[in-house]
């Protein structure tokens, strides 16, 4: 496993990039962005903000209000390379992150995901690990390393 310190440094540095973003850089990075009507003033100012933002970046989008969300999606298909990127990591989750976490008894839950680094925690016990899908994989954490105290490792 990885170095601790290293590992919690790339976790800071990971959060720290996403919660700089607005909502607009969550849109282009995710695909999609859904939010509480609560947490927008007003649903029609904040669809038309997006359609101008993604106008001058020429893509296309669809917004709407659904079910006491607004939501805002990029329309069209997904580019090569981020689809390789996704499938990439989805085979780390599941192949390596998934098992080896519940092998310690941890229920790994993804918290965030940027590209191909990601952030993982256990619903139970609140661990933390972090995995670089590009980077070897590098893996650490204690959700990789350390038994959950609230769970139970899975028989093999």
Same mark, same amino acid.
């Given at each position: 496993m990885e170095d601790p310190v290293d590992v919690n440094r790339r976790i800071e540095q990971l959060v720290a990039r996403v919660?700089?973003?607005? %909502?607009? *850089? $969550?849109?282009?990075?995710?695909? #999609? %962005?859904? &939010?509480?009507?609560?947490? %927008?003033?007003?649903?029609? +100012?904040?669809?038309? #903000?997006? $359609?101008?933002?993604?106008?001058?970046d020429r893509?296309?989008?669809?917004?709407? +209000?659904?079910?006491?969300?607004?939501?805002?999606? &990029?329309? *069209?298909?997904?580019?090569?390379a981020q689809q390789e990127e996704n499938l990439r990591y989805f085979h780390l989750f599941h192949s390596d992150l998934k098992p080896q976490a519940e092998a310690h008894g941890h229920q790994v839950r993804v918290v965030i995901r940027d590209g191909k680094e990601a952030l993982l925690i256990c619903r139970a016990c609140g661990a933390r690990g972090y995995a670089d899908a590009a980077a070897g994989p590098l893996i650490g954490g204690p959700l990789f390393e350390d038994e959950c105290p609230e769970g139970d490792p899975l028989d093999d």
């Amino acid at each position: 496993m990885e170095d601790p310190v290293d590992v919690n440094r790339r976790i800071e540095q990971l959060v720290a990039r996403v919660r700089r973003r607005d %909502v607009y *850089g $969550r849109l282009l990075a995710a695909g #999609e %962005v859904i &939010l509480p009507l609560e947490k %927008v003033p007003d649903p029609d +100012v904040w669809r038309a #903000e997006i $359609r101008r933002q993604a106008r001058a970046d020429r893509l296309k989008v669809r917004t709407g +209000v659904t079910a006491g969300k607004v939501w805002a999606m &990029l329309a *069209g298909d997904i580019p090569e390379a981020q689809q390789e990127e996704n499938l990439r990591y989805f085979h780390l989750f599941h192949s390596d992150l998934k098992p080896q976490a519940e092998a310690h008894g941890h229920q790994v839950r993804v918290v965030i995901r940027d590209g191909k680094e990601a952030l993982l925690i256990c619903r139970a016990c609140g661990a933390r690990g972090y995995a670089d899908a590009a980077a070897g994989p590098l893996i650490g954490g204690p959700l990789f390393e350390d038994e959950c105290p609230e769970g139970d490792p899975l028989d093999d």
